[in-house]
């Protein structure tokens, strides 16, 4: 079974974060920049929350705050979820679907270390299906 760990292997373990006091607009400049759906809002080291596309939407636009004067502090997610390098893609997967995000900080003894998205644990999930896929095929009509 694949772990976090697994996944950040692949990946860059860079992490986009922005701090509670930047605007909303600067944080979707970054997102955008970084091509990403989320940032980690750092206070210091702590994590203070998490900022996403979906916040965007649903604090900002839908109740038509300004992005140039709002800052994150007011309408980042402060219920964070996250996840250790241990933690299994599975159980990872099962957060997600029952909180509704898409985005997993992984914390390590109180350190951010990478995070993790539904994009990650789908990619994963289809290299080991077409792992399989290629060993039961070898298995059958033998190597080629």
């Given amino acids: ?33 970084c091509r990403i759906g989320a940032v980690v809002v750092l206070d210091g080291e702590k994590i203070a929350g998490i ?5 965007v939407m649903n604090r900002v636009v839908a109740e038509k705050k300004d992005a140039e004067t709002t800052t994150v502090r007011e309408v ?23 909180h509704k995000i898409r985005h997993l900080p992984v914390v390590e003894n109180g350190k951010l270390l990478g995070m993790i998205s539904s994009g990650d644990i789908l990619a994963r999930r289809i290299a080991e299906h077409e792992e399989t896929i290629k ?9 080629n």
């Fill in 76 to 98: 980042m997610t402060t219920k964070v979820a996250f996840c250790e390098q241990n933690t299994t893609l599975e159980t990872c997967r099962g957060v997600m679907t029952k």
């Fill in 1 to 33: 079974m694949s772990l976090v760990r697994d996944v950040l292997a692949t990946k860059d373990a860079t992490v986009c974060t922005i701090g509670p006091d930047k605007t909303v607009l600067d944080a979707a400049v970054l997102m955008n920049h």
């Fill in 135 to 143: 060993y039961l095929h070898e298995y059958m009509q033998g190597p």
């Fill in 51 to 55: 900022f996403t596309e979906r916040d």
